[in-house]
C-alpha cells in the first residue's frame, strides 16, 4: 500500500458535533472538552462557531469559550465564519484562525446559509481582506460534495466547479465535505482524482461523517490517494442541523486506531481523546 507516514488530523467535536445536540452543553464543560482534545496533541481543534445564535443557539457562546480557552502555543483553534459580521466577532475574542464554507449543491448551500453558492463564493471575497490584514491562517468546506439531502448524488464536475474557484483564492486549506455521510470509495476516487490533479496534497482535508459506517472505508481510500488531513469529532458526535439525516463525524477514537494500527503516526494520544469524550458524555 503507498500511504503517507504522517496524518494531520482535525478535531471537529466542539463545533461540528455539539452545534447538533439538542442538550445545551454548559460553557465550562466546552472549554474542558477542548482543553483536553488540545492536551491530547490533536493539532488543530475547531472550537466554536461565529455563525447566527438564531439559527445555531448551541454556539452562542463561541465568544466566551474563545475569551476563556486556555490555548497551547503549537494548537490552532478555527472558528466557523458565516460572513463579515462573524469574522468581526472572531477576530475581537483573538481568533486566529477561521473555517469559512459553502458547499458543491445549491439547495443544501440555501438551506443552511440562507445563500446561493455564488452568494456565498462572493461573501468569500468580502471576509478573506480583512482576514489577510489580521493574519487569518484560512480553511474553506465545501459541503454536500458527494449526496445532497434535498437534491440527491452531486457531480465531481459541481464540485470542481466550487473548488476552482476557492483555489483563486489562495486559501490554506480546503475541506471536502460527505456531509450526511452517504459516500462510499468508489465515489471518493474519481473526486480526489480531480482535487489532486487541482490543488496540492497538503492543502486538501476529507471530512467524512460516518452515518451509515463508510467513513473508515473513505478515509482509506484517500489516504491511498496521498490524501493525509482528516476531520473527525471525539466520540463520534456530530451532525448538521440543516441536513436531515446526518449523523455524527467519524470518530476520532476510530481514525486513530486505524491510522496508528497501520504504523502512520498523528502525535496524537488517543486514550486521552477517549477522556475528552467520556468527560463530555455526562452533559449530553
Ligand atoms: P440570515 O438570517 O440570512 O442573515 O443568516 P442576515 O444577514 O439577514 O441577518 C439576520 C440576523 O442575524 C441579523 O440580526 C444579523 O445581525 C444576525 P437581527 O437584525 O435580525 O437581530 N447575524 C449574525 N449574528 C451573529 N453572528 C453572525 C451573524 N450574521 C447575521 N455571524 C447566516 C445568514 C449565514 C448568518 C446564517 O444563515 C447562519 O448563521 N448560518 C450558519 C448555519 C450553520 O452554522 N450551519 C452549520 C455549520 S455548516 C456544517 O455543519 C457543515 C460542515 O461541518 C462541513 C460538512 O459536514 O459538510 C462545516
Ligand atoms: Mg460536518
Same mark, same amino acid.
Given at each position: 500500500m503507498n500511504l503517507p507516514s504522517h496524518v494531520k488530523v482535525? $478535531?471537529?467535536?466542539? &463545533?461540528?458535533?455539539?452545534?447538533? !445536540?439538542? &442538550? %445545551?452543553?454548559?460553557? $465550562? /464543560?466546552?472549554? %474542558?472538552?477542548?482543553?483536553?482534545? %488540545? !492536551? /491530547?496533541?490533536?493539532p488543530v481543534v475547531e472550537a466554536g462557531a461565529f455563525v447566527s445564535p438564531k439559527w445555531v443557539p448551541q454556539m452562542a457562546d463561541s465568544d466566551a469559550v474563545f475569551q476563556r480557552i486556555q490555548r497551547l502555543p503549537n494548537t490552532r483553534y478555527p472558528a466557523l465564519v458565516p460572513n463579515l459580521k462573524g469574522l468581526e466577532r472572531a477576530l475581537a475574542v483573538g481568533v486566529t484562525d477561521i473555517a469559512l464554507f459553502t458547499a458543491a449543491s445549491e439547495? *443544501? +448551500?440555501?438551506? @443552511?446559509? @440562507?445563500?446561493?453558492? $455564488?452568494?456565498?463564493?462572493?461573501? *468569500?471575497?468580502?471576509?478573506?481582506?480583512? %482576514? &489577510?490584514?489580521?493574519? +487569518?491562517? #484560512? &480553511? #474553506?468546506? #465545501?459541503?454536500? /460534495? *458527494? #449526496? +445532497?439531502?434535498? $437534491?440527491?448524488?452531486v457531480s465531481p464536475d459541481a464540485v470542481m466547479r466550487v473548488v476552482s474557484r476557492i483555489l483563486e483564492w489562495g486559501v490554506d486549506e480546503i475541506s471536502i465535505g460527505d456531509t450526511i455521510g452517504a459516500a462510499v470509495p468508489t465515489d471518493v476516487e474519481p473526486l480526489t482524482l480531480r482535487l489532486l490533479d487541482a490543488m496540492p496534497a497538503n492543502q486538501l482535508a476529507y471530512h467524512f461523517h460516518d452515518t451509515r459506517g463508510t467513513a473508515l472505508a473513505n478515509t482509506l481510500c484517500a489516504l491511498q490517494m496521498g490524501v493525509s488531513i482528516f476531520d473527525s469529532s471525539a466520540g463520534g458526535l456530530g451532525g448538521c442541523p440543516f441536513a436531515p439525516g446526518a449523523a455524527g463525524n467519524l470518530a476520532t477514537e476510530s481514525l486513530l486506531y486505524m491510522l496508528h494500527g497501520m504504523g502512520i503516526e498523528t502525535g496524537v494520544d488517543v486514550s486521552k481523546v477517549a477522556e475528552a469524550s467520556r468527560q463530555l458524555q455526562s452533559q449530553l
Amino acid at each position: 500500500m503507498n500511504l503517507p507516514s504522517h496524518v494531520k488530523v482535525v $478535531e471537529v467535536g466542539p &463545533r461540528d458535533g455539539l452545534q447538533n !445536540e439538542k &442538550r %445545551a452543553v454548559s460553557l $465550562e /464543560a466546552k472549554i %474542558a472538552f477542548i482543553e483536553t482534545l %488540545a !492536551e /491530547a496533541g490533536l493539532p488543530v481543534v475547531e472550537a466554536g462557531a461565529f455563525v447566527s445564535p438564531k439559527w445555531v443557539p448551541q454556539m452562542a457562546d463561541s465568544d466566551a469559550v474563545f475569551q476563556r480557552i486556555q490555548r497551547l502555543p503549537n494548537t490552532r483553534y478555527p472558528a466557523l465564519v458565516p460572513n463579515l459580521k462573524g469574522l468581526e466577532r472572531a477576530l475581537a475574542v483573538g481568533v486566529t484562525d477561521i473555517a469559512l464554507f459553502t458547499a458543491a449543491s445549491e439547495t *443544501f +448551500c440555501q438551506r @443552511n446559509m @440562507n445563500m446561493t453558492i $455564488e452568494e456565498s463564493l462572493q461573501g *468569500f471575497q468580502s471576509i478573506l481582506p480583512t %482576514a &489577510r490584514q489580521a493574519h +487569518c491562517w #484560512v &480553511r #474553506v468546506y #465545501v459541503s454536500t /460534495a *458527494f #449526496v +445532497c439531502p434535498y $437534491e440527491g448524488k452531486v457531480s465531481p464536475d459541481a464540485v470542481m466547479r466550487v473548488v476552482s474557484r476557492i483555489l483563486e483564492w489562495g486559501v490554506d486549506e480546503i475541506s471536502i465535505g460527505d456531509t450526511i455521510g452517504a459516500a462510499v470509495p468508489t465515489d471518493v476516487e474519481p473526486l480526489t482524482l480531480r482535487l489532486l490533479d487541482a490543488m496540492p496534497a497538503n492543502q486538501l482535508a476529507y471530512h467524512f461523517h460516518d452515518t451509515r459506517g463508510t467513513a473508515l472505508a473513505n478515509t482509506l481510500c484517500a489516504l491511498q490517494m496521498g490524501v493525509s488531513i482528516f476531520d473527525s469529532s471525539a466520540g463520534g458526535l456530530g451532525g448538521c442541523p440543516f441536513a436531515p439525516g446526518a449523523a455524527g463525524n467519524l470518530a476520532t477514537e476510530s481514525l486513530l486506531y486505524m491510522l496508528h494500527g497501520m504504523g502512520i503516526e498523528t502525535g496524537v494520544d488517543v486514550s486521552k481523546v477517549a477522556e475528552a469524550s467520556r468527560q463530555l458524555q455526562s452533559q449530553l
